[in-house]
């Protein structure tokens, strides 16, 4: 190493010789054991444990259902519930589907035409007063079932009683100087024969009783208008029906530009329910009009209760565009006042019967890419799916217009796991044999498994000891 000056002072004050000293040499380290084979026995501890947790989940959600006797019992083959419909399915890797099968039959189905309405009635009337007044008496009550012509409030008739006595005046006096210009103008004209009048006098006398017959006329009208208006002072019931809440009470100045009038009447029987028929189906009511009248029916909102009957009444005279229906009417007598005005109800209209139909469950019937079809149980306790043709489908049961002869069985319930050819096992079948083997099984533990009802092989307390006393002496 070169040797450098060292500074004091601002001068050079001695030179320090470098010191050589031997460095000792580095030890290496120490050999670290190679980790690469720990990395590969870790790598395949995890691959190995991943692979035994696929093989348990894969024998989990694909091994085949046990029969239950079988698998308590030990029993042989075939001896449990299922029998060899689940054996079957255990060998093909799953067991059958359970189903439900219900045999087509025969029936007469009627074709009905089912809709929305609205009851509507025939009339609602605002009962208005004709003349201005004191209201002195309400004769109703609210809700209360009317006649027509039924009085419902009275004004006080005072004023039009002096008026109609008014007009009763005048006409008699107007009549009184009729009859006196008539026997004027008799007169008159027996003078003219004689030449001792001149006939001015008496075309005037003739003019003026023309003149007091109009007076007459209309003094007459007068009373009618008076005698009118008195009557308009007894307010009376225009239509029977139902009133409705009372709109005014006694003692106020009601007249005839009131708007909530007296009270409101809305008759009940007969009353209409207003619906809509698609106009795909409109000639068909018509031809069904034709033959005689057209029964209807009026269900609740539920269609559970059915309200009245009635028929059919008419069609409107043209379609709505926007909904492409035509409107129509059904009438009912509502004898027993079912049917409320406004209220929403189902209504049923019955076209015409399809006789010895056959018919199967709306559950039976499937749709796919080729169109409707069943699965039909074979005798080998196999289904078979066949395309039929649909037919009129009510609620619970659709007509089969081709396709299913009667009494073949078809699949009502499962049928959604099925495909053509698929094994299968009835619901039926396996309650009873379940139902069958309850008896043979043991009784049951608290912890859930079953001993043998024998107690052959019941392990019991003091069991050697129990056997040699029960055992028989020789």
Do not use: C
Not at 150 to 168: G, S, V
């Amino acid at each position: 190493m070169r040797d450098w000056p060292r500074l004091h002072g601002g001068g050079i004050v001695s030179i320090v010789p470098a010191l050589h000293m031997p460095i000792p040499p580095a030890e290496p380290p120490p050999h670290a054991p190679p980790a690469r084979p720990r990395r590969w026995l870790g790598t395949l501890i995890a691959i190995v444990g991943l692979v035994a947790l696929g093989a348990l989940a894969w024998y989990l959600t694909q091994r085949p259902a046990a029969a239950p006797a079988q698998g308590a019992a030990g029993g042989p083959p075939g001896a449990g519930p299922v029998g060899r419909g689940a054996l079957g399915g255990a060998r093909g890797g799953a067991p059958p589907s359970t189903v439900a099968v219900v045999r087509a039959r025969r029936a007469d189905v009627p074709v009905l035409l089912d809709s929305l309405g609205t009851v509507t009635p025939l009339a609602t009337v605002t009962v208005r007063p004709q003349v201005s007044g004191v209201l002195t008496q309400v004769l109703f009550t609210e809700g209360q079932m009317v006649s027509k012509s039924q009085l419902l409030a009275q004004i006080d008739p005072r004023p039009f009683e002096l008026a109609l006595m008014q007009a009763t005046g005048a006409r008699q006096r107007d009549e009184a100087q009729l009859q006196n210009a008539r026997l004027t103008l008799e007169r008159y004209r027996t003078l003219l024969s004689q030449d001792s009048i001149a006939r001015q006098d008496v075309d005037t006398q003739d003019a003026l009783v023309k003149q007091l017959e109009g007076t007459v006329v209309t003094d007459r009208a007068n009373e009618g208008t008076a005698k009118l208006n008195l009557e308009y002072t007894r307010i009376v019931a225009p239509v029977a029906g139902r009133v409705g809440l009372r709109m005014v009470d006694p003692g106020n100045l009601i007249s005839s530009t009131d708007t909530n009038g007296v009270a409101v009447i809305t008759q009940l029987s007969p009353i209409d329910v207003q619906f809509t028929i698609p106009q795909d189906r409109v000639q068909e009511v018509l031809a069904r009009l034709a033959d005689g009248p057209l029964p209807a029916r009026a269900f609740d909102r539920t269609r559970s209760a059915l309200l009245e009957e009635g028929r059919f009444a008419t069609l409107d005279n043209l379609v709505d565009t926007t909904t492409g229906t035509v409107k129509g009417k059904a009438r009912f007598a509502n004898a027993k006042g079912m049917l409320f005005p406004n209220q929403f109800v189902n209504l049923q209209l019955e076209l015409r019967t399809i006789g010895d139909a056959v018919v199967v469950p709306v559950s039976a019937l499937r749709n796919g890419p080729s169109g409707d079809f069943v699965y039909v149980l074979n005798e080998d306790k196999t289904v078979s799916q066949r395309s039929v043709k649909r037919g009129t489908a009510s609620a619970d049961r659709v007509v089969i217009a081709s396709g299913l002869q009667v009494g073949e069985p078809v699949v009502t319930e499962g049928a959604d796991r099925l495909k053509d050819g698929a094994s299968v096992q009835l619901a039926a079948d396996l309650a009873g044999a379940r139902a069958a083997s309850g008896p043979r099984g043991g009784t049951s533990r608290a912890d859930g498994a079953s001993w043998p009802r024998d107690g052959a092989s019941r392990p019991r307390r003091g069991d050697r000891g129990d056997r040699a006393a029960s055992a028989p002496a020789p």
